[in-house]
Each structure stands twice: as C-alpha cells, then as structure tokens.
C-alpha cells in the first residue's frame, strides 16, 4: 500500500508562487528593436548613407541639367528622368550597407554572447528570429522609403528646372520607387541570413557584398542565355536591368517584371529559412 499524500497548507504571508508570464510577440520585437539601434553601426550607417545619396541624386541631376541643351534628339527620346533619382552606384552602396547592417544584427550578438541571455529568457528560437527579422525589415523598409521618396525629390526638382521632371503618378514612376524602396529590406535579411550561417563580422559582411552587388555587377547582359538566366535571380541584377526603369526593354535575355520581382520575394524569404535552421539546429 502506498501511503495517503498529505496536503501541507501554504504558510500565512508566503504568496503562491506565480506562474512564469508568456513572452509574447511584440515584447520580442520591443527587446529586437532595442538591440538593432543600440548599435552603433545601425545609426552610422543609415544616416551617413542617407545623406550620400541624396548628394548622389542631387550631382547627378545638376550634371544632366547642365548637360542636357548638348543631348542628341535620339538621346533626349530615350532619356528616363528616374536613372537619376536612384543611379547603379548608389543603389549599390544602399544594397552593401543594408547588407552589412543585417549581417551585424546578428552577428554581434554571437560575437558579445548576447545570443545566450536571449535564448535563455526565450527558449524558442523561432520566435526570436521571426521577431528580428520583422524589426530589421521594418527598419530597412522604413529607410527604403526615405531613400527613394529623397532622390526621388531631389532629383526632380532640379530636373523640373528643363522640363524634363517627374511626378509621383507618373506612369512606371510608383514601381520604380517601390523597387528603390525594397532594395534595403531585401538587402538587410539577406544579410541576416548569411549572418548566422558564418558567423564572423569580416566573412558575413564580404559574403554578403559579394552576393548582393559584386557578383551581378560584374555581368553583362546579352552575352550567353544561360548567364542572364543565372544573374538574373539576382535581386541587383534584375534592379539594374528592369526595376530601374519606367518602360523595362522587352528582351528575351533581360529579366522580366515578373521574374525581378520573384526574386525580391524570394531572397529575404530564403534568408529569413536559413536564419531559423541555422539558429534552431547550432549550439550557441
């Protein structure tokens, strides 16, 4: 026979202990919000990037207006006043610093030790990382838009002084600003992504250049079928040969609107995978 279990009462004054509260979903994203401006890169990086855009857009809109009595008719025809709110360059630069900031959003807590305390309070790591990438993609997707609505203005306005300026319900102009607008949320998770699998500041952060600008600036397109058709899973690649422009070239060799923005939804979504494989399955 077993013996009868004995009820002991709470001693007076002693409370019950508490039940541990659940961590919910928006206190994640507090905490992520938190860590992502307490670095100091993340600050660096988007206000100085900022800033050199817009000088980029402003330098290249007073060299087309100063140049433009001296364009060619057939020039002048096929000129698109959008290449100079977001040149090949800048959108370049936007790309590699947004990729860099995403890398060292998770980066810097391996190399801290950060990763601990957090997985520790929040032993699901789904959530953790569904929380900081929904942080960083608001963020770059807030400074997307800054960045192309800017040039945009910048750019226009002196544009505007021959004529030849655009406004925002222009036909072809909201898909170009929404693709300016994108290349920093694309760019930053799939930084985050290549992050966690290296794992090393110096390696994510080239890795992560190379995939994004490097390597699908160095191709020319209407070379080989097979290269445009590899390149074009690129999401600069597909920017710099469509989304740029207002009328895309309809080109067998050229990525088309469709394809270019398949591979926008397509890379932050296999880096943000990645990120949660990586994280679930490694040991801190």
Known sequence: ????????????????????????????????????????????????????????????????????????????????????????????????????VGALTIVGEYASGLIRTTLTAVPRRSPVVAAKAAVLAAVMLGFGAAVSLGTFGVS??????????????????????????????????????????LRHTAGAVVTACAALVIVPGFCTPNVHQWVDD????FPFYDWRNCLSAREPFVDPHLPSVAGSWLAFALWPLLAVLLTVLVVRRRDV
């Open 230 to 233: 590899v390149y074009g899973l």
């Open 156 to 197: 226009q306005a002196v544009l505007s002084g021959r004529g030849i300026g655009l406004s925002v319900g222009d036909p072809g102009v909201p898909r170009v600003l929404l693709a300016n607008a994108l290349l920093a949320p694309v760019a930053a998770l799939t930084g985050l992504g290549i992050g966690a699998l």
């Open 1 to 100: 026979m077993t013996a009868p279990t004995v009820l002991r009462p709470v001693p007076a004054g002693r409370p019950e202990p508490a039940a541990e509260p659940r961590v919910r979903f928006r206190d994640l994203c507090a905490a992520e919000w938190i860590k992502l401006w307490s670095l100091p890169s993340t600050r660096r990086l988007l206000g100085i990037g900022l800033l050199v855009l817009l000088g980029f857009a402003l330098q290249d809109s007073i060299r087309t207006y100063q140049d433009w009595p001296h364009f060619l008719p057939q020039d002048r025809a096929h000129y698109d006043p959008m290449r100079q709110a977001l040149s090949g360059p800048g959108a370049a630069l936007l790309m590699i610093g947004t990729g860099s």
